[in-house]
């Protein structure tokens, strides 16, 4: 009996909406308390608690560490969306979801219980709803904007992404606050500290992005996690779900 962790990668053709697909089934038989760290992805989350019941609950972006239970006997499916897909797929701004989540109608996606059997019944019904509901043109500057923030894992700037996108910063910046709650280099600075989860997990406490120095690397480190990289590292007890779960997910 013990912490299922599963993750699967999206094919190609969505992979521009959805980061990955993951599975978490707690069978130890007892609630584990763990934290939950920025990742910048927006997750929505079907799960099957205890009760026997299922719940749909979409998250918007995290910010700051969350402290959360995960109940003896619970199983979740959830699927790590990038930020392209709250426009596109989800079709409504996340804004007052910075650091909390909503309950939305079980039947959003119309998953049934054959779909919750496995991570692939899961990713194939969830591949399903996105390749249909993904239109067929989407706006080129978004799309070139994102791919330019994930090829880097958030290490550019704000100028540099402007200049490439021809779209003026205080125009990026308007429409990130209003979609999705913070700014653009916010956002950048939490997708790098996402990105170093990796490498912090194989025991090195050095930047692999683009921080300015050691001490910067440390205090950004310290403003997202609440702890050094060094503490994040040894994840005693496996107390930041993020650092036992990014060894599970394939290159």
């Known amino acids: ?44 989350m079907v799960m099957k608690m205890s009760s026997g019941n299922w ?18 006997g619970m199983k979740m499916f959830s699927i790590g969306f990038k930020l ?21 109608p079980n039947d959003f996606w119309k998953f049934e219980d054959d779909d919750m059997n496995s991570l692939e019944n899961f990713c194939s019904k969830a591949m399903q709803k996105i390749k249909a509901l993904s239109p067929e043109n989407t706006d ?6 994102f791919e330019l923030i994930y090829l880097s894992n958030g290490s550019i700037t704000v100028k540099e992404l402007s200049d490439s996108v021809y779209w003026s910063s205080r125009q990026i910046n308007r429409y990130f606050n209003q979609q999705f709650g913070i700014s653009l280099k916010t956002y950048c600075n939490i997708l790098r500290f996402g990105a170093s989860f990796k490498h912090i997990s194989e025991g090195n406490l050095f930047p692999e992005q683009n921080f300015t120095d050691q001490n910067h690397f440390i205090k950004e480190i310290k403003k997202y996690a609440g702890v050094t990289p060094k503490e994040l590292s040894k994840n005693k007890d496996d107390r930041f779900i993020d650092i036992t779960a990014v060894r599970k997910l394939p290159s």
């Open 84 to 104: 392209l897909a709250v426009e596109y797929l989800l079709g409504s701004s996340i804004k007052d979801l910075l650091n909390e989540g909503k309950n939305i």
């Open 1 to 44: 009996m013990n912490l299922i962790i599963r993750s699967a990668l999206p094919d190609h053709s969505i992979s521009h909406f959805v980061h990955s697909f993951w599975l978490l089934e707690n069978n130890t038989g007892k609630d584990i308390p763990t934290t939950i760290l920025p990742n910048g992805m927006v997750d929505m």
């Open 140 to 145: 080129s500057r978004k799309k070139k904007l």
């Open 55 to 72: 719940e749909m609950i979409l998250r918007g972006i995290d910010t700051v560490p969350s402290q959360v239970i995960i109940e003896a």
